[in-house]
């Protein structure tokens, strides 16, 4: 595909760091900078703490779902007037004491793939967490660049707005001196005034414009509203797409864009919960135990004999719970997941076909701004021209002020749509590579919190493991998943 001036290329394509093609340091520098401070970021970053901590409690439910030590101490005392008080012997003690101490536990075995579907849903939904992030690193680092052409956009219509108000003042100097002259009449003094000013009204409302794309800026870079110069410096170019520009094949967008993998990991995780809730079907088998010690001090026994073997106690066998009666509950609550599994399927499809269409859109922007640039280049420029002979004609009394007043607003206004069309081309690149999904490979090997967040987090709860890069790293084979202790 070709524009003209500009090539796209079917080419491999380098997305890991797309914004460099600008060849522009000081965006390269933001987009660090936003990584390592964006704000909704870093929440995308806990998600993914929060779903690997969630699949650790999906698998340990695959082993013995209730273990607990025991123990207790209770004080009894029985009525000397109730119903076994006559035939009690004389002497009798109503009051007793009794401990115990001991362990049990309780295992439903995983007959139907309960527990193991339900580590495979929040397996995908792990994985989920890292592709929204993703997703969120692919917007951010578009976002970041789309926010600085726009101020350097912005920067490039004030020079020009005030550019256009020295040759204003100066053609109100010349008005003013022919009608002191007496060659002209007070009215060419106050449409040149009356331009004038009305110039300079605009410059304000530009700047309050670019004020306020600065503090989005900001928000972006994860810092209060604040003076930006030593980021932005003093360059204020709008930056440039390259002449060539490679896109790779857009296809693979479909393994590439992380709102498509999003989709398909849900509607992966939505699966499995339909086995989850079939299980609910059969009946489920549980091995229960109890082992410990009892003691009381009833007649001749004493609490200090709980630590005898002579004073053991314990129960182990098989158990069954089956819901044969549900009412078609159960048979309901499967298929409202079956329904909703099939809406993730129409999900992921429409995702897929939003993402072709806006690559195409991005492309069709792109190539179409760039014929439009050269249109309005050709205009700024006889603009120009004609605002300089109209300009000389008048100071010669070839013309009246009303030809110098037209020309001057037509230059004005077509230097302002040339700044805008400039910007419109890198803008446009920008759509391109974001709806290609690009940026978000910078996301591996590094971390998804920073260092000392991950630290403060530690201190604050166990977290094991978890909090190293490598547990929270996705793994293309899955392997044996064993207790996060």
Not at 338 to 343: G, I, N, V
Request: aromatic share 8%; proline share 4%; net charge negative.
């Amino acid at each position: 595909m070709q524009a003209d001036g500009h090539r796209l290329l079917s080419s491999p394509a380098d997305y890991r760091k797309w914004w460099a093609v600008f060849q522009d340091p000081v965006l390269d520098h933001l987009v660090q900078v936003a990584c390592a401070q964006n704000i909704p970021l870093r929440v995308a970053g806990a998600r993914v703490f929060e779903a690997r901590a969630r699949l650790g409690v999906a698998i340990g439910e695959q082993y013995p779902q209730a273990q607990q030590a025991v123990g207790a101490t209770e004080y009894n005392r029985e009525s000397e007037r109730g119903a076994s008080a006559p035939q009690r012997s004389a002497g009798v003690d109503f009051n007793s004491k009794q401990a115990q101490v001991g362990a049990t536990a309780s295992w439903e075995f995983d007959f139907w793939g309960k527990f193991r579907r339900s580590v495979e849903s929040e397996d995908a939904s792990f994985l989920g967490s890292i592709a929204a992030y993703d997703s969120a690193l692919v917007s951010l680092t578009a976002d970041v660049a789309s926010t600085y052409v726009l101020i350097r956009t912005l920067e490039e219509r004030l020079r020009i707005a005030r550019d256009n108000v020295s040759v204003q003042k100066e053609s109100l100097r010349i008005a003013e001196a022919r009608f002191k002259g007496g060659a002209t009449s007070d009215r060419d003094v106050q449409q040149a005034l009356t331009q004038l000013r009305s110039t300079e009204a605009g410059i304000p409302q530009l700047a309050a414009r670019l004020r306020q794309v600065k503090n989005a800026l900001c928000t972006l870079l994860g810092v209060p509203p604040r003076n930006l110069d030593h980021l932005l410096g003093d360059r204020s170019a709008i930056p440039e797409a390259p002449l060539e520009v490679a896109v790779g094949i857009p296809a693979d967008l479909l393994r590439r864009r992380p709102d498509i993998r999003i989709a398909e990991l849900q509607a992966a995780a939505q699966c499995a919960l339909i086995g989850v809730a079939k299980a609910d079907l059969y009946p489920a088998f549980t091995l229960n135990g109890t082992f410990g010690y009892l003691a009381s001090d009833v007649g001749r026994f004493h609490l200090s004999q709980i630590a005898s073997w002579d004073s053991r106690t314990g129960s182990f066998g098989p158990a069954f719970a089956w819901n044969i009666l549900n009412y078609g509950q159960i048979t309901n609550a499967v298929r409202v997941q079956d329904a909703l599994f099939q809406e993730l399927i129409f999900t992921y499809q429409d995702t897929v076909l939003r993402a072709q269409q806006e690559v195409e859109d991005g492309l069709i922007g792109f190539l179409q701004s760039e014929n439009r640039l050269v249109s309005l280049e050709e205009a700024a420029a006889a603009a120009k021209r004609s605002a300089d002979l109209a300009l000389i004609q008048y100071r010669e009394g070839a013309t009246d002020y009303t030809t110098v007043l037209t020309a001057q607003a037509a230059l004005l206004a077509q230097q302002d749509n040339l700044a805008t069309g400039r910007a419109d081309v890198p803008q446009g690149l920008i759509t391109v590579y974001r709806a290609l999904g690009g940026g978000w490979e910078i996301r591996e090997g590094q971390r998804f919190l920073p260092a000392d967040v991950t630290q403060t987090m530690g201190s604050r709860t166990d977290w094991g493991g978890l909090l190293d890069p490598a547990a929270v790293e996705p793994q293309t084979e899955r392997q044996l998943l064993t207790p996060d202790w």
